[in-house]
């Protein structure tokens, strides 16, 4: 961190910054020119937060040098990360295609998804049991019945679950039965639950929030990180704008942008990007030659009849015609769909 100095600042003024500095355990490293006094902090000072300085007499500017988050970032992690789960490597030449509706609704339709899923040649299912919805008048998920039903799909058919947890009391509970724990837009940045994920060793799908900068979405990775959980993936769903022709705006930008400044796996989610079943394939293909790691796909069966977000998931024939064309684009990236 550089704390720069009013060109009017007091002596006095410098000296308690000096003394502030040395109160939190960091040397200041003082530089007096012409016309600006500057002081730079050395250490790992992320600990330490722009407020402590900003309000001070006689500073003008705090700069930070270092990103807030570390464990995270490439800075201090420069190879990129692979998180091994269900027999897939998330990272580097792979693209993971995680495919399962939306919701757990029946036995029928969630065999039916693990059955395609696994002629496919894939090994990961999603699938929601808890369900964060919008309207309290929503369908809810049907809970531990869900994850039973899940589980014992994904086990006829070789396959590992990832499903979404909404509040740190069913970590237990869903750890028992998901092989990655979800954890959805509208939780990115409840700090009671991304602690309680940072406790387990289990892999998490981390979202980022409709509103969530890039910034945030790796300060709540760094939360589980910090736990002691590096099993961490990224998964980038859409954010809100003014453009209401889609469900929210897919960043593709987003999948570089976090590459560069981090070394988790980052995924797509074009359903929940797009929100309509027409523009799924389109945005699954862009995602795989921006160099996402993988995508977050819903399917049913009848999606005129799902309890949850059928307008934006694939019918079956729909979704096997986008894994053809997957697969015949990803040879060309150098990348194996898993
Ligand atoms: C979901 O994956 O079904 C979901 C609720 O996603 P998001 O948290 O991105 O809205
Ligand atoms: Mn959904």
Redesign the pocket.
Known sequence: MILIFRQDATEEQIQAALRKIESLGYTPHLSRGALKTICGITGDDRAIAESEFDQLPGIETVLRVLKPYKLASREFHPDPTRVEVGGVSIGPGCFAVIAGP?SVETEEQVESSAALAERMGLSLM?G?AF??RSSPYSFQGLGEQGLEILSAAARRHGLTVVT?IMSEHDVDLAGRYAGVF?L???NMQNSALLKAIGETRKPVLL?RSMMGTIEELLLSAEYIMKGGNSRVILCE?GIRTFETQTRNTLDIAAVPVIKRLSHLPILV?PS?AMGDWHYVASASLAALAAGADGI?I?IHPDPSMAKS?GKQSLNYPHFEELMGRLRALAPHLGVEIR
């Open positions: 939306c999603r929601g369900k964060p979404e979800q959805g837009a509208r979202k769903r989610d929940h977050l819903e977000d």
